[in-house]
């Protein structure tokens, strides 16, 4: 039986992604950037309906040049969820900035607004806010946008699993000042590695800025003849391959949520009579893109995540535990996190990440579950 996946790439049928890559060679424009780039910019941003978008060579490189154009600098104070993958908090420390993580509810397993309310008391003069939209499920945007705007400090949204989520009609990633999304290996869509910065700010300054955050992915070059630098650049633009790769995924992106809400609906179904098993949770007033199918197990249900993970192991088949929480990370310990009855570290511990490929067959799904439903016998 063939190895499943928790999440690989998914190219469309069509080869929609050849037919852009292939322009780009007739035209030997495989790089410096080119039309796949600057068309890519303009599909992804009308898709999410953000102002400007910039493509940059990671998701990482978004969130970096996001917190530098949201003014982050040494010192600062960032309000970082506290449940997520380190790549959310690595560019905070670039900048030689100071997180501070935020503790997660169960009504999103995202930024507690409550615990940010308490955050902005204990730091008024924070700079920046990052929630994350995690596994695609939305945060709670309206009452963590009030609050920051209350306090007049800027947001920015890691969406990099969340594009094709909406919050109450919104796309995830337009709310804040900044949205950023990635096109990693096991994403949603991917270019085998890519992202995109988006602007939300009133159409002068969004392109104002998302022009600045191109100049620091361009080594910061100044308009002139010669090599002339002022400030200190980075190479993260997107490459005019990478980014024929985008165009065509992205013309199969609404497919693939289709499909991600299929393997959902089917676990759901399937795994119903599994005492103690309860599921991410996906409200019917938003839609989720169900990027990975995320289920708990009840501490004293007789089955440990662990269990689930090494049976799947067994069959050839992957699966993940839910994201170890920033504050119980060795490498961030030395920095505050403001609790809500410590729900990251409760979703970890309890979590799986079920496989969510797109590629899976009815009976690849029939095999997962079978061996997850024989752990209850
Ligand atoms: C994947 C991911 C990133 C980083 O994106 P890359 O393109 O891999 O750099 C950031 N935040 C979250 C929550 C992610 O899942």
Known sequence: MAHIYLASPHMSEEGYEQKYVKEAFDTNWIAPLGKNVNEFEKELASYVGAKDGAALCTGSAAIHLALKAAGVKEGDIVFCQDLTFSATVNPVIYEKAV????????????MSAEALERAFEKYPDVKAVMPVHLYGLPAN??????????????????????????YHGQH?????????????????????????????????????????????????REPARHYEHKEIGYNYRMSNIVAGIGRGQLKVLDQRIGQKKYIFDYYREHLKDCEGLSFMPVHTDERANCWLSVIQLA??????????????????IESRPVWKPMHLQPVFKNYDYIDNGNVGAVLFRRGVCLPSDTKMTDEDLERICGIIRGLWK
């Open 99 to 110: 997180p501070v993580f935020i503790d997660s509810d169960y009504e999103t397993w995202n």
């Open 141 to 166: 945007m309206d009452r963590i946008m009030e609050i920051c705007k209350k306090h007049g400090v800027p947001v920015i949204e890691d969406a990099a699993e969340s594009l094709g989520s909406y």
């Open 172 to 220: 995830t990633g337009t709310f804040g000042d900044y949205g950023i999304f990635s096109f990693n290996g096991n994403k949603i869509i991917t270019t085998s590695g890519g992202g995109m910065l988006v602007c939300n700010l009133e159409e002068e300054k969004a392109k104002e800025r998302t022009a600045k955050v191109r100049f620091w992915a361009t080594q910061a």
């Open 299 to 316: 501490d004293n249900c007789g089955v440990r995540p662990l269990d689930v993970m090494i049976a799947l192991e067994k069959g050839d």
